[in-house]
């Protein structure tokens, strides 16, 4: 077992977590590393000017931001930078993909997209049903609340060409087997789009061991800027059209895919994230031979573990109380974004109680406005969500469950 997360440890590193606000919305932007703040303020600073010239300031600026892409890259264990293109949001990136696998489709080619995803990863793929390409659903099994890989299974044909879902829902936690969904995606000649927003923030993505063709998050939710990462197998990005200027060769990755580059002191930045995460590890003692960024997701996992535990067992005891995603606690199922409905209560009525215990929280379909509808929650105003990360403790989770316990 990994040790003990040192919470006044983990803490330091993010200044707004020194007031006196308990931040439990943090699937919707999580708190900033201070180093990456300071990065911001460095790069503005001492090499504010554009990429690629001859002269010492623009080639610190360049090596600058090519040294958060390669951060990026040790992040999510691509196997090369050229892998990741950065842009402003999820939302962006994975519009600008569909529209470059767009030419590569044929009418009547098929395309599978799940009713539990945000929909950044459901209308750009729906949308080229205009163009003759054949959209399914990948439906959550109402009951269980869970996809299932046999109704995945039958959806899947030999006109199969892509399959878009979220690694982790962000309403209902829970982890989907996303290794598994790769593997049966690619036994029928079908590419693999995943959607990591919400579990980026508390679980290591390894693009690698998940073998997946596409992945995408964004790093305001990991500590980070507001920028978003798309991962692409190299392969699969050379294949695809470009969508920037003519001039801009097909090989050119990920360029191609970033007109006008993405913000350079941003970038530079999320040289910070990789780091926290090795301080993180290195501080609780972390074998020397073994991945720092795994060792440090482990520790997450663990407390994250914890506070799970914590807020469910409440919510388990409360006789009112639907959990709205897997019932269990166990990190290794879901993550620490918990909803629920209570009966008898509208959910808009309850985080706004909150407000004045200085505690974050919200409610709502959270953009997961057809698994909302489909679960038919919408006439409740959908869920409350409690989204914890693992700068957040015990004591805050307890803060929340006195201020709930009066409520129902
Ligand atoms: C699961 C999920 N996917 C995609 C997005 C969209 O991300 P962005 O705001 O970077 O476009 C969000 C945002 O909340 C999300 O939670």
Known sequence: ???????????????????????????????????????????????????????????????????????????????????????????????????????????????????????????????????????????????????????????????????AVTHTSNVLGSIHPVRAIADLVHAHGALLCVDGVAFAPHRRVDVQALDVDFYTFSLYKVYGPHLALLYGKKERLLALPGYNHYFIEDTAIPYKFQPGGSSYELSYSLTAIPEYFEALAQHHGSPRDADPIDQAFALIQQHEGDLNQRLLSFLHSRPRVRIIGRQTADPAERVSTISFVVEGLSSDQIPPQLDAHRIGIRYGHFYALRLIEDLGLLPNQGVVRVSLVHYNTIAECDRLIEQLAELF
């Not at 300071?38 to 790069?43: C, G, H, S, V």
Request: hydrophobic share 45%; proline share 7%.
């Open 1 to 163: 077992m990994p040790p003990t997360l040192d919470l006044p440890f983990v803490r330091h590193h993010f200044p707004a977590l020194s007031g006196d606000w308990t931040f439990l919305d943090n699937a919707g932007g999580s708190q900033i590393l201070k180093p990456v703040v300071d990065r911001i303020t460095e790069f503005l600073y001492e090499s504010n000017v554009q990429l690629g010239a001859s002269y010492a300031v623009s080639q610190l600026a360049t090596e600058r931001v090519a040294a958060g892409a390669m951060a990026m890259a040790t992040l999510i264990n691509a196997a090369d930078p050229a892998e990741v293109i950065l842009g402003p949001s999820t939302s962006a990136l994975l519009r600008m993909l569909a529209q470059c696998v767009r030419p590569t489709l044929q009418p009547g080619d098929e395309i599978i997209v799940t009713n539990a995803d945000h929909e950044a990863n459901i209308s750009p793929w729906m949308e080229l049903q205009r163009e003759g390409m054949v959209l399914k659903t990948w439906r959550v099994n109402a009951v269980t609340l869970e996809l299932e890989l046999a109704d995945l299974a039958a959806l899947l044909t030999p006109r199969t060409r892509l399959v």
